[in-house]
């Protein structure tokens, strides 16, 4: 891992009150994001915005806060977006994936 990458996520979990829950929050923010425009692709039958939500309930903090510090404005990196399927592949996501697919009107 990156050294800087290493040192900006030990000072997120070191970090106590209003700093680490801006971080927190901005990283998620920026997490939901690329999490969506990979799920827009990768499940286009369902809203990318709840499957993002699925995902991001499947990734701990440090791995929101890790994915959030990217550089996403360009697109999502290819190893972002590998990271991103292997969370979606997780259990929990799995099933709240299927849910929303299984509640998705057809067209």
């Known amino acids: 891992m990156?050294?800087?990458?290493?040192?900006?996520l030990l000072s997120v979990v070191l970090l106590q009150g209003c700093t680490a829950l801006v971080v927190r929050d901005g990283s998620r923010r920026v997490s939901l994001k690329a999490i969506g425009a990979v799920m827009a692709e990768e499940q286009p039958g369902i809203d990318s915005d709840e499957a993002a939500?699925?995902?991001?309930?499947?990734?701990?903090?440090?791995?929101?806060v890790?994915?959030?510090?990217?550089?996403?404005h360009r697109g999502v990196a290819p190893e972002a977006r590998a990271k991103i399927i292997a969370?979606?592949?997780?259990?929990?996501a799995t099933a709240c994936l299927d849910t929303l697919a299984a509640t998705e009107p057809a067209e």
């Open 53 to 64: 939500q699925c995902v991001l309930g499947a990734m701990s903090t440090v791995e929101t």
């Open 2 to 8: 990156n050294p800087a990458v290493s040192f900006l």
């Open 87 to 92: 969370f979606a592949a997780r259990p929990e």
């Open 66 to 72: 890790g994915l959030g510090i990217g550089d996403h």
